[in-house]
């Protein structure tokens, strides 16, 4: 063996261990995965179903047809469940992305970091391995959304296929490599979980609303949709939409969400694996 | 014997005030124990960091194994096993589970690791809890186990922070006799830290007294002792107010005499002979003696000596900071 091929091989050895580190702390504690599907689960049961739009117009005596022709212009789809539902998983995807920067604190804090660096263990791989463990959650947590929503009422496209859940997945990959490497990179010298926590509380909201997770952008004052147009969001959103619930997909538009979406991944996963060359050691 | 670890003027300033480590030098031998001996705060930990390739020094350079820390720190850490002062294992996996993450991260083949990691973990008389998480360890057994992830990669070089910090006596005892066979059966190399003085005292060849970043003094215990050149007695006398050390110092063989309270610490020479003297010239002049003690010099004397502070202290702190090391924050 190559001295190269040596080091090309333990770099992933403790790329992967320090990943499946994370992973196992995380299916250990059956817990955590509870918690994190809560809270989709409880904004589509209430958010979703209170929020019956489709009822607004049969309670104002605007025909079925009608009502309906008007939901598909505004959604998509006829019903606001639906869409709702599949911004859900963005909204599973964002929480989880954005709480991965929380345990590299930890780590700093509880003395592991320490121990990693003084490791021949890849600066990179330290990093990487956080932002692939929150990738690797998020992505089964979307697939357990995605059953529930099912369970919920949520419905398929007529034209769905396993191909089209393939693509989803996709899509909520990039976005969620883009986002876990982004709030990885803002945690890199934190020691102050307070702080991360603060980040965290600031923009995960702001992030959801001025995407089309919950509300279609282009009905959005002109200001909110220039923000949602630079917004990852509502790239992954729309990819996922077109795949699972929308009857016609639009390709060029899905072509742009997923160039868009990989362009996001690629920049900040490659700033992520650069800053902690830079800043992981102080 | 080679110099495996060669310090030439090593700094580090944090948030451009704090001068942690300052300017310090010295050499460590293949095969011998180092120990850096100091109060809270000295700078013992950071001096480690900065060896073991986390800390990046403000300036000054350093070589480990002939791998300079800061061109060549891959180097530098494939040859070097680290134990740190806080205990870092994961407490949501078992002993094994960690021993195995320390032994990936320096891309060791399972096959070969699983051995080594059966291996240490009877060394260090574990292995009947490798399965047990680690949170239901006690402080001792964390200590070992942090030990035993530390030598995984067979090092040249082990970086021991407090070992034996927040240990009771029977624990410590028990880590030192490790940490000795460990040095006999791999032919190790030991740098380790510590503000045990019979700690010190037991297990380094060599010690440095580091204060304030700085190293005062650095010898091996028993050049220490002589260097503090006569035996100390300690004489107390009823009442505090009656300065007597002018008493004293007129005896012959008398070198110094502190005062503290009613309490003198006379260094002498021959003690055993200068002692009589001392009494009978208090006596004689109506002073009444409450307490006497003869001691050869120990640690305690020589870091009294060069440090102005006895190491006691400090040591009331420990609770403390052992329930700090199992959670610590750094900032
Ligand atoms: N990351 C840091 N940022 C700022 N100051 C620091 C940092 N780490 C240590 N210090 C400061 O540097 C000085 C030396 O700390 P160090 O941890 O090296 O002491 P030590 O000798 O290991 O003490 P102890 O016996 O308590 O472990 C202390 O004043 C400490 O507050
Ligand atoms: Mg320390």
Same mark, same amino acid.
């Given at each position: 063996m190559t001295q190269e091929n040596h080091n090309a091989k333990s770099m992933f050895h403790g790329f992967w261990a320090l990943t499946n580190r994370d992973l196992k702390k995380w299916y250990k504690e059956p817990i955590l995965l509870f918690m994190s599907i809560i809270q989709p689960v409880l904004w589509m049961g209430l958010f979703g179903r209170a929020m019956n739009i489709g009822a607004i117009f049969t309670n104002n005596n605007v025909p079925p047809e009608i009502a309906n022709q008007l939901m598909i212009q505004t959604f998509g789809v006829g019903d606001y469940f639906s869409f709702m539902a599949v911004g859900m998983l963005s909204f599973v995807i964002v929480f989880t992305a954005m709480f991965s920067g929380m345990s590299i604190v930890w780590d700093r804090r509880l003395g592991f970091l320490n121990k990693a660096l003084s490791t021949p263990v890849a600066r990179g791989a330290i990093i990487m391995s956080k932002v692939l463990s929150a990738v690797v959650r998020s992505l089964i947590q979307a697939g357990i959304v995605i059953v529930l929503a099912w369970l919920l009422?949520?419905?398929?496209?007529?034209?769905f296929t396993v191909l089209h859940l393939l693509g989803t997945f996709a899509a909520l990959f990039l976005m969620c490599l883009g986002l876990a490497s982004l709030f990885i990179a803002i945690a890199i010298r934190s020691t102050r979980w307070e702080t991360q926590m603060a980040v965290v509380n600031l923009l995960n909201l702001p992030l959801i609303f001025t995407s089309n997770a919950l509300f279609p952008s282009n009905f959005m004052p002109d200001w909110l949709q220039t923000i949602s147009r630079i917004n990852p969001i509502t790239y992954g959103t729309d990819a996922a939409r077109q795949l699972l619930i929308l009857s016609t997909i639009d390709t060029s538009k899905l072509i742009m969400d997923f160039a868009f979406l990989g362009g996001f991944a690629l920049v900040f996963a490659t700033a992520g694996i650069i800053l902690s060359w830079k800043y992981l050691s102080k | 014997m080679e110099e495996i670890i060669q310090v030439d003027n090593l700094t580090k300033v944090f948030n451009k005030s704090l001068t942690a480590v300052d300017h310090v030098s010295f050499s460590v031998k293949e095969g011998e124990i180092f120990g850096f001996l100091g109060p809270n705060g000295a700078g013992k930990t950071t001096t480690i960091n900065m060896l073991i390739t986390v800390l990046k020094p403000t300036s000054g350079t350093a070589t480990v194994c002939g791998h300079s820390i800061q061109k060549d720190a891959n180097g530098v850490r494939n040859s070097i096993g680290v134990v740190p002062q806080e205990y870092t294992a994961d407490e949501d996996l078992t002993g094994m589970e960690n021993i195995l993450l320390c032994a990936d991260l320096y891309g060791i083949p399972r096959s070969e690791s699983?051995?080594?990691?059966?291996?240490?973990?009877?060394?260090?008389?574990?292995?009947?809890?490798? %399965?047990?998480?680690?949170?239901?360890?006690?402080?001792?057994?964390?200590?070992?186990?942090?030990?035993?992830?530390?030598?995984?990669?067979?090092?040249?070089?082990?970086? *021991?922070?407090?070992?034996? *910090?927040?240990? %009771?006596?029977?624990?410590?005892?028990?880590?030192?006799?490790?940490?000795k066979r460990l040095k006999e059966q791999y032919n190790m190399t030991i740098f380790m830290t510590t503000h045990y003085l019979e700690e010190a005292d037991n297990l380094c060849d060599r010690i440095a007294i580091i204060d304030h970043g700085k190293i005062i003094k650095l010898d091996s215990p028993d050049a220490l002792k002589e260097s503090i050149d006569g035996d100390i007695l300690t004489v107390t006398t009823k009442e505090d107010d009656n300065d007597v050390s002018g008493l004293i110092s007129k005896v012959p063989k008398v070198?110094?005499?502190?005062?503290?309270?009613?309490?003198?610490?006379?260094?002498?020479?021959?003690?055993?002979?200068?002692?009589?003297?001392?009494?009978?010239?208090?006596?004689?002049?109506?002073?009444?003696?409450?307490? *006497?003690?003869?001691?050869?010099?120990?640690?305690?004397?020589?870091?009294?000596?060069?440090?102005?502070k006895t190491i006691r202290e400090e040591e009331g702190t420990d609770m403390f900071r052992q329930r700090i090391t199992l959670r610590r924050a750094r900032h």
């Open positions: 009422g949520m419905q398929f496209s007529s034209s | 699983k051995k080594r990691a059966q291996e240490l973990l009877e060394l260090v008389e574990l292995t009947k809890f490798a %399965d047990k998480r680690v949170q239901t360890y006690s402080g001792g057994m964390r200590r070992r186990l942090e030990l035993a992830c530390g030598l995984i990669n067979r090092p040249r070089v082990l970086f *021991l922070d407090e070992p034996t *910090l927040g240990l %009771d006596v029977q624990t410590r005892a028990a880590t030192w006799s490790y940490i070198k110094e005499v502190k005062k503290q309270n009613s309490t003198y610490r006379v260094k002498v020479e021959k003690g055993e002979e200068t002692a009589p003297l001392i009494l009978n010239a208090l006596m004689k002049n109506g002073v009444t003696i409450t307490k *006497l003690s003869l001691s050869k010099p120990t640690l305690d004397e020589v870091y009294l000596e060069y440090t102005g």
